[in-house]
C-alpha cells in the first residue's frame, strides 16, 4: 500500500510519513511489522488511543509468559483475582485480590483463615508481610484458643493456580484491539481501506466504535480436537491471524485472531469486498523472549551482504532508516543503525514459523486421534468426518496428493453440508445453548493457559 489506513493520505518525505507499525502490539509479544500501513502521526494516535489500553488488558499474562520486553533484572508483579473457590486448605479464597512476583502469587494485604474443623489456621502473605502478619495471627490464636486446641499455623505464600485475569470482553478497548489488528493485516496484504466498510469509518478516520467480534467455537470435528489438545501439539502459546474471503459469499472479508491461542475471535472486514478471493495465514510463537545484541564479527565484515539478503534486509532500508533520525540529537551512526535492524530481524526470525506447516501438524494429529474410535461413531459423524478430511488432504488433476490449508478456521461439513464458520457460529449463538458452550469454551481456554503458566513458573523456580 502507498497510504495509511487511517487518514488516507499518500505517504511522502515530510508530513506523512512512513512508520513501522506492529499489526499485533509489540506489548503482548508481536513481532510482525509493516512499514506501508499508517503514516507516523495515525501510528501514535492509535498506539495511545488503541494499543496501550488493549495492552494493558493482558498485562498480567505477558508478566507471567515473561514477554515483557523491557524486562531487564526486574520481573514485574501482575495484578489478579482468586476465581477458585477453594484452595488446596479448603478455604475460600474467591475474590481475593492478589499479585503475582518472583513466580510467586499473594495476597495484596495477607490474610488468614481457618480450616472448618479449626485444626489449622493458614496464613496467606508474601515473604516480606509474612513475619509481622504471622506475630499477629499467633497473638489472635493465643487469646482465642486454650492451649491443647490450638490451630497450627500453617504458611501458605503461593496461591498460583487459583488465580484468574480480569478481562472485560465487551470492553470498548478490546473490542477496538482486535480490530486494529485485523485491518493492520488486512492492510498489509494489500486490501484498501474504502473496502473495509464495516470496521472503518473513512469520513471520520476512525476505527469504527461498534465493531462486532464473533468468538470463535470449535465446530469440525478437526477443530474440536485441535483445541482439546492444543498445548499438547506445537508452539503452546501463539499468536495465528488468518484473513479470508467466505466461502460461500466471496464479498465477505474476514479475519480470525487468536491471541495467546486463547482469544480467538472473527473480525468482519467487509461484506463489500469485490477484488479475488483470499486465504492468508501468519503465525508467531510466543516462547520466553531471550534478549538478542547483534555484535559483528569478522564473519560479518566478511560476508556482510549474504548475512543481510539471508535476512531480507536491503540497503535502502538501512539508509532510510539513518536519515530519518540523523538530524535528531540522540542520532545514530549509520552501523548502528545497520546492527539494530538486524538485530530485530534475527528476533522475528526466531518467533516465526510457518502457518501451512503448523495448520498441516495440528491437523495431521487431529487425524491420528480420530482413526482410532472411527467404528465407534454414528454414520453421520464418519461421513462428516471424511468430509472434513477431504477439505484439507486432497489431490490434484494428476493425483498427486497435497494438503490444502485454505478451509482452516473458515468452513467445515456438518450433516453433510459444507458451512462457512461465520455464519453457522452467528446461527449457533442465537441459541441458548450455544451461548453456553461458548462461555464453557472461553473458561476451558484461559484454563488450559493457565495451567501452562503455572508449570512454567513451577520449572523457573526449581531451576532458580
Ligand atoms: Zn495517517
Known sequence: MDKCYLCGNHFNESDVMKHDEHIIQQAIGGVLKSNNILCETCGEILGRAVDAPFSMMFDSICTRLDIKKDRGNNKGTAKGVVFSNRDAYGNDLSGVEVFWKDSKVTPVKPIHKYSPDNSKVV??????????????????????????????????????????????????????GFAKIAIGFASRVGVDRDVLNLVL?????????????????????????????????????????????????????????????????????????????IYEGYQQRLDKRESYIFKPDRRYYKERGMILSSLGIDQQRIDNAYEKQKEFSNAKTAEEIEYKIIQDEYMKQKYYVDFDEEVKIAIDYASMKLIEPLDQLSLKNVTDTLSNARLFYRSDENDEEFFDVSSYRRCFFSGGECHDYVFYLKDFYETCEGRKKRKEYGHNKLYMLSGHMEIKNIKEKLEA
Do not use: M
Open 201 to 277: 469509518d473513512v469520513e471520520q478516520n476512525k476505527i469504527k466504535d461498534n465493531v462486532s467480534l464473533l468468538p470463535f467455537y470449535p465446530k469440525g470435528v478437526f477443530d474440536d480436537i485441535v483445541e482439546r489438545d492444543k498445548k499438547n501439539i506445537r508452539h503452546y502459546p501463539s499468536h495465528t491471524l488468518i484473513l479470508f474471503t467466505a466461502a460461500s459469499r466471496t464479498n465477505l472479508l474476514v479475519c480470525y485472531v487468536e491471541l495467546f491461542s486463547t482469544f480467538q475471535f472473527y473480525v468482519i472486514l467487509s461484506d463489500q469486498y469485490d477484488g479475488k478471493p
Open 123 to 176: 496464613v496467606y502473605a508474601s515473604a516480606k508481610q509474612l513475619k509481622s502478619y504471622k506475630e499477629r495471627v499467633r497473638k489472635e490464636v493465643d487469646e482465642r484458643y486454650d492451649d491443647g486446641c490450638k490451630p497450627e499455623i500453617v504458611v501458605c505464600d503461593d496461591l498460583s493456580g487459583v488465580i484468574t485475569y480480569p478481562l472485560e470482553l465487551d470492553d470498548e478497548a478490546f473490542k477496538k
